[in-house]
């Protein structure tokens, strides 16, 4: 069976490997044309085509997936199924091209969480696990029918970086078990349901990572795990936005009020929240590094030792 593989970022890597590491033929990969970045703005090649290349498999990257001329050089790949893993979304003259269609890894139990980050919705939402379903490729995104799944725990701690490492490694064990039932004739399809406890998983927009202090710190705990270490949480102090990556939640059944102002108490950084308080563990201010907040706090001269609020 000819595949061709769909990818640009890390994430898709690993199923990249996993498929030729089972041996599987993989004939192609379609990646994103290399973009300036760095201090230098140099061409940079995505985590996918390095992998290719170390592979020796044929890259190609077209700007326009109704490009005459990429439609032509995937067909001469002569693919009888292709896999998509973190790519773009796939116009129909591309996905229904193969015999057996087009296959898509999405990190999340379908149907929850579809759309482009049900990673950090996972977790900003709460929910105690989550997964990764292989499924055919369909008009409307995220929802054709559903092949295997994979559920995957989310612990009291999880970020979505570390969320985003166990989903890539089950993503791609899936992938595997998918092609290969396909092809011994044992893959089962089913429908996707749609009801109203769908819950979606959409583009993340700076105004998501905006931490309200009104909430309680539960869901602050969540929107800022949910966000790390990408695209981060933020507040401010002193008219600066902070990027906050890890915190920890104090509760209190006497808590006055929630405030936008840090509070240093003890050597350490506080916000107040609905229901307690809320402490910075790890944070980045605009133009320095990411570093504890303890190694911040010493960069900061205030007159009183004990307590200062910052506006």
Not at 3 to 26: C, M
Not at 62 to 75: A, C, G, S, V, W
Request: aromatic content about 8%; hydrophobic content about 40%.
């Amino acid at each position: 069976m000819n595949i061709v593989f769909f990818g640009t970022p890390d994430f898709a890597v690993a199923s990249l490997e996993a498929l030729l590491k089972a041996g599987l033929n993989v004939v192609g990969v379609i990646t994103a044309p290399d973009k300036p970045a760095g201090r230098g703005m140099k061409l940079q090649m995505s985590a996918v085509k390095q992998c290719a290349l170390r592979h020796d498999i044929p890259v190609l990257q077209p700007e326009k997936l109704k490009d005459p001329e990429f439609l032509n050089q995937l067909d001469a790949l002569k693919a009888d199924l292709q896999v998509v893993v973190a790519f773009r979304m796939l116009p129909e003259l591309v996905w229904n091209r193969p015999r057996f269609g087009t296959i898509n890894v999405h990190a999340s139990l379908l149907p929850q969480y579809r759309g482009a980050a049900p990673i950090n919705w996972a977790i900003i939402n709460g929910e105690s696990e989550t997964g990764v379903t292989t499924f055919k490729l369909k008009h409307a995104i995220d929802t054709g029918n559903i092949l295997l799944q994979t559920k995957v725990a989310i612990q009291p701690d999880e970020t979505a970086g570390t969320l985003h490492d166990k989903l890539m490694v089950a993503g791609a064990e899936l992938l595997v078990k998918t092609i290969e039932s396909l092809q011994n004739g044992t893959l089962i399809e089913s429908e996707q349901t749609t009801d109203d406890h769908v819950k979606h998983a959409p583009k993340i927009f700076t105004n998501d990572c905006a931490i309200q202090w009104l909430k309680t710190g539960k869901e602050i705990d969540q929107l800022v795990r949910g966000l790390s270490p990408y695209p981060a949480a933020f507040s401010f102090l002193q008219g600066k936005r902070i990027k906050i990556f890890k915190v920890a939640f104090h509760e209190s059944p006497t808590a006055s009020h929630a405030s936008n102002e840090g509070i240093v108490r003890d050597g350490r950084l506080f916000f107040t929240c609905a229901d307690g308080e809320i402490e910075i563990l790890d944070l980045q201010m605009e133009g320095k590094a990411r570093m504890s907040a303890k190694d911040f706090l010493r960069g900061w001269r205030h007159s009183d030792s004990h307590s200062q609020g910052f506006a």
